[in-house]
């Protein structure tokens, strides 16, 4: 029959993601489309809740006898985007090792860019090539939420201090954009990681 319009929403997401992966991945794995697919949705979804009321979640976890402080944004939390930076770089190295194998993986390590001699230089320039992957898509997610949801409660303010402000629903419709680019950048760089980790130096 005639697909529904959600069908046809998921169809273009599928097909969105599904294009980006075959454009920037360049091995032969299939888990690839599914792990975009994922990431994408999720960190989109969480990001998502940014557009609650500012109040709402926090209020009804006291309300239920929850925490005190509560942040309803999930990536507004370092310990979320790092986590699932995390998860990113045990993926990095395993396809690092699942590619090239153990020996060829400790000896990538050990003697590029500079050859066997430098072994010290290498491993040192690879320890922070590896780490600043995890910490830098992490950070970058967080900070970008974290600043977001703050723009947020100070547009909440305003009307206490100055009358009704039309300023929340144009951040909220920019904001839109935002989230949706975040997620986006986030798959995006997962997919590029996990892609060099199958190309030899």
């Given amino acids: 029959g005639v697909p529904s319009k959600l069908q046809n929403f998921v169809e273009l997401c599928l097909e969105f993601v599904d294009n980006q992966v075959k454009d920037t991945y360049h091995g032969t794995s299939k888990l690839m489309g599914p792990l975009a697919l994922t990431l994408f949705v999720w960190v989109f979804l969480m990001n998502l809740m940014d557009l609650l009321p500012v109040d709402a979640l926090p209020l009804f976890a006291q309300a239920t006898g929850g925490a005190h402080y509560f942040r309803a944004v999930p990536t507004a939390d370092p ?11 045990f993926l990095v190295i395993f396809f690092n090792i699942k590619t090239k194998g153990p020996f060829g993986f400790i000896k990538e390590c050990f003697c590029a860019p500079l050859g066997g001699k430098l072994f010290f230089v290498n491993v040192f320039l690879r320890i922070i ?17 974290y600043a977001g949801e703050l723009i947020f409660i100070l547009i909440a303010l305003i009307p206490s201090v ?3 402000s039309p300023l929340g629903l144009s951040w909220a419709i920019f904001h839109i954009l935002i989230i949706t680019l975040q997620a986006y950048i ?5 997919i590029v990681y996990l892609s060099m980790a199958q190309e030899h130096h």
Avoid: C, D, H, Y
């Fill in 162 to 164: 100055f009358g009704q």
């Fill in 186 to 190: 986030f798959m995006m760089l997962s």
């Fill in 129 to 145: 090539e590896e780490l600043a992957k995890p910490v830098s898509l992490g950070l970058r997610l967080f900070g970008n939420m």
């Fill in 79 to 89: 310990n979320m985007t790092l986590g699932l930076s995390l998860s990113i770089f």
